[in-house]
């Protein structure tokens, strides 16, 4: 069974910084991409970051210059180091990754369970 595990979140003031990290355990053979997406009350879950296995990274036009999405492949696990935070940068943010269980599986999605970031002075 395969777990995606974030921590981090919490509350901070506007212009603050976070680092989010996401680690995956389990029957891993291969991670493909990894990412960060967010919902905010109210909206559609969002892409915010993601980055693929060879380190190459995309951000939405609304973090870029903000935040910075990295990975280990050694620990299986993702950053989202988040500077100069907003308030409209509040939402539950989700650790999602690509990955096979074993040599040959075919490349399945899964989800982590959420971690809450307010930014509110």
């Known amino acids: 069974q395969v777990q995606l595990v974030e921590s981090g979140g919490g509350l901070v003031q506007p212009g603050g910084s976070l680092r989010l990290s996401c680690a995956a355990s389990?029957?891993?053979?291969?991670?493909?991409?990894m990412g960060w997406y967010r919902q905010a009350p109210g909206k559609q879950r969002e892409l915010v970051a993601y980055?693929?296995?060879?380190?190459?990274?995309n951000y939405a036009d609304s973090v870029k210059g903000r935040f910075t999405i990295s990975r280990d492949n050694a620990k299986n696990t993702v950053y989202l180091q988040m500077n100069s935070l907003k308030p409209e940068d509040t939402a539950v943010y989700y650790c999602?990754?690509?990955?096979?269980?074993?040599?040959?599986?075919?490349?399945?999605?899964?989800w982590g369970q959420g971690t809450q970031v307010t930014v509110s002075s």
């Open positions: 999602n990754a690509d990955l096979r269980k074993y040599n040959g599986d075919y490349l399945k999605n899964y």
């Open positions: 389990g029957s891993i053979f291969s991670i493909e991409i």
């Open positions: 980055i693929t296995g060879g380190g190459s990274a």
